[in-house]
T-cell receptor, first 115, second 114 residues
Framework: GAGVSQTPSNKVTEKGKYVELRCDPI?????LYWYRQSLGQGPEFLIY????????DSGLPNDRFFAVRPEGSVSTLKIQRTERGDSAVYLC?????????????FGPGTRLTVL | AQSVSQHNHHVILSEAASLELGCNYS??????LFWYVQYPGQHLQLLLK??????LVKGIKGFEAEFIKSKFSFNLRKPSVQWSDTAEYFC????????????FGTGTRLLVSP
């Protein structure tokens, strides 16, 4: 079946603008994760959903970042008042049940550039 | 808090050379350990994982890793690399407490010359 998909693949915006990044997980996967990868770094955890609820949002850097998963499938990461430091690749992953031994399957990422 | 260290940031090998990439983690409890690979132009994919049992884990494409609890290490090995192994390799850990987030190392870029 299809893997995790993310749209758009690239997003260029101006400082101060609002952006939305979308993630479509693998069908049937109940757990969904967002990570952020800056240049030269490994992915950094942002938020984890189990079903519709955010089970852990401890990685969100500040209140400009927000994510939703209203129907337990597609998720949207929302960034308000973007800053140049938000430029990174935003990765989405999903796993079948969310137990810690599950494999997380990653999407191709959205490269966000804030000018 | 958990952390992962990958000390080799860039590795250059010739085809047929042996590979060992280091990974050390910091966490006092039981952990699950993962190696992910990102080939040029592709997304992250799982190479192998360890969560219990035999500490020597075999993964795809001839890769293996050994969990040494006393050293907090999970080094990745391959006896003979191929040009197609050129990629970036990430070690990751999560706590075996039902807590899902993966903590990644900074990655190792491997270049295999033909």
């Amino acid at each position: 079946g299809a893997g995790v998909s993310q749209t758009p693949s690239n997003k260029v915006t101006e400082k101060g603008k609002y952006v939305e990044l979308r993630c479509d997980p693998i069908s049937g996967h109940t757990a969904l994760y967002w990570y952020r990868q800056s240049l030269g770094q490994g992915p950094e955890f942002l938020i984890y959903f189990q079903g519709t609820g955010a089970a852990d949002d401890s990685g969100l850097p500040n209140d400009r970042f927000f994510a939703v998963r209203p129907e337990g499938s597609v998720s949207t990461l929302k960034i308000q008042r973007t800053e140049r430091g938000d430029s990174a690749v935003y990765l989405c992953a999903s796993s079948l049940t969310g137990v810690s031994t599950d494999t997380q399957y990653f999407g191709p990422g959205t490269r966000l550039t804030v000018l | 808090a958990q952390s992962v260290s990958q000390h080799n940031h860039h590795v250059i090998l010739s085809e047929a050379a042996s590979l060992e990439l280091g990974c050390n983690y910091s966490y006092g409890g039981t952990v699950n350990l993962f190696w992910y690979v990102q080939y040029p132009g592709q997304h992250l994919q799982l190479l192998l994982k360890y969560f219990s049992g035999d500490p020597l884990v075999k993964g795809i494409k001839g890769f293996e890793a050994e969990f040494i609890k006393s050293k907090f290490s999970f080094n990745l090995r391959k006896p003979s690399v191929q040009w197609s192994d050129t990629a970036e390799y990430f070690c990751a850990v999560n706590a075996d407490t039902g807590f899902q987030k993966l903590v990644f190392g900074t990655g190792t870029r491997l270049l295999v010359s033909p």
